[in-house]
């Protein structure tokens, strides 16, 4: 489960990147005013192989980034 927040409503995008920068998945995302919202990815079906990926949580004015691990 990924929580996010966020200081405007409106609709976002999720981002998978690898540490190439190459986007691995993506989704559409809602955002909601400083309200905590999340969302789940399951990585499984995703086929990701062992490492460190980037998370972008992005709207039109804010941008926000995680670090997600793979085992």
């Not at 976002?12 to 309200?35: F, H, R, S, W």
């Not at 905590?36 to 004015?61: P, W």
């Amino acid at each position: 489960m990924l929580n996010y927040t966020f200081l405007q409503n409106g609709n976002g995008v999720l981002k998978i990147m690898d540490i190439n920068n190459k986007i691995i998945y993506t989704q559409n995302i809602e955002v909601k005013a400083n309200a905590s919202s999340q969302t789940s990815i399951n990585t499984a079906k995703l086929n990701l192989a062992s490492g460190i990926y980037v998370v972008l949580l992005s709207t039109e004015k804010e941008s926000n980034f995680v670090k997600l691990l793979i085992d």
